[in-house]
């Protein structure tokens, strides 16, 4: 994961609330195939997007009050913060296109 900066609940506020750009956060588990299947889309969008967007993981296993605050319920569902909001939600897999334009249109 070169440009995607895992977040914890101890990072969360700098890495998401306080960035100064959009932030794509992919809410994951290890053991999710659909979750497993965004990686290589999600290494792409930090690469095309780097310096305009930033793009973040939080493992629900490990972060599971960072899920429960954000009430994921299913994953991956994938959040997009500007301004320290939440702006946009996707669940489930996305194409790259369909996240690419939200974050560009945000940036």
Known sequence: MSNIVKVT????RTEVVESDQPVLVDFWAEWCGPCKRMD????ELA???DGTAKVA??????QRM?????QVM??????????????A???GVKSKEEL???LEELA
């Open 47 to 49: 690469t095309d997007l």
């Open 66 to 70: 960072l899920a429960a605050m954000f």
């Open 9 to 12: 609940q101890e990072t969360f």
């Open 89 to 91: 939600e996707f669940k």
């Open 57 to 62: 993981k939080v493992n629900v296993d490990e």
């Open 74 to 87: 299913s994953i991956p569902a994938l959040m997009v913060f500007k301004d320290g909001k939440k702006v």
């Open 100 to 102: 690419k334009e939200k």
């Open 40 to 43: 290589p889309v999600l290494e």
